[in-house]
């Protein structure tokens, strides 16, 4: 098994309260890409928000390949998204994407 850093976009399309995103950036911890050597070094933060309401999400994810890795990532984004209180319609995702990998190979 591989880890992981994998990159998910996404736009906030209703007003989404501090609240909201401190619940969002919790839910996301587990998978925190801190945790990785290229995280450390980058300072990744897993959620980033701008301006204009897009998002990105950061998770590192232990996988055998780079398209699990997207899977589960895509899968914990829409979790924690979930358990943030918000769905498909008030924050779509876009593609997941590999950003990086932490591997001593």
Do not use: K, W
Request: hydrophobic fraction near 35%; proline fraction near 7%; glycine fraction near 6%.
């Amino acid at each position: 098994m591989t880890t992981y850093v994998i990159t998910v976009p996404g736009t906030f399309t209703t007003a989404v309260e501090d609240e909201t995103r401190t619940r969002l950036s919790q839910a996301l911890r587990p998978a925190d890409p801190h945790h990785t050597r290229m995280g450390s070094a980058q300072d990744l933060d897993p959620l980033t928000v701008n301006e204009d309401d897009t998002f990105t999400i950061r998770l590192a994810v232990e996988a055998d390949s780079g398209p699990h890795a997207e899977e589960d990532a895509r899968r914990l984004a829409d979790s924690a998204l979930h358990a943030a209180g918000l769905d498909d319609t008030s924050a779509p995702l876009g593609p997941a994407v590999v950003t990086g990998i932490d591997s001593d190979v």
